[in-house]
């Protein structure tokens, strides 16, 4: 599956897949290549991951781990 810029949607996609009544062994597989856009999507998806655990969780060291240029970045899209 490829990536979202929402990680929420993409952990309801996954969240389907297990979803009520399935017995059988699920496994997600994500192959990602150096240097391309999903290579970039994941690690903003565990930036703004980072926020809002700084933000909404008050792990308040998670917010110096993000630079302006990060902030403006996520705040943009």
Do not use: C
Request: no cysteine; aromatic share 10%; proline share 3%.
């Amino acid at each position: 599956m490829d990536p979202w810029w929402n990680a929420v949607v993409e952990r309801q996609a996954q969240d389907r897949i297990h979803r009520i009544g399935q017995y059988k062994p699920i496994r997600i597989v994500r192959f990602v290549i150096e240097n391309t856009i999903e290579e970039r999507i994941l690690e903003l998806q565990e930036k703004k991951k980072l926020l809002f655990e700084g933000t909404v969780g008050g792990a308040s060291e998670a917010l110096g781990k993000l630079t302006e240029a990060d902030l403006k970045f996520l705040f943009a899209t």
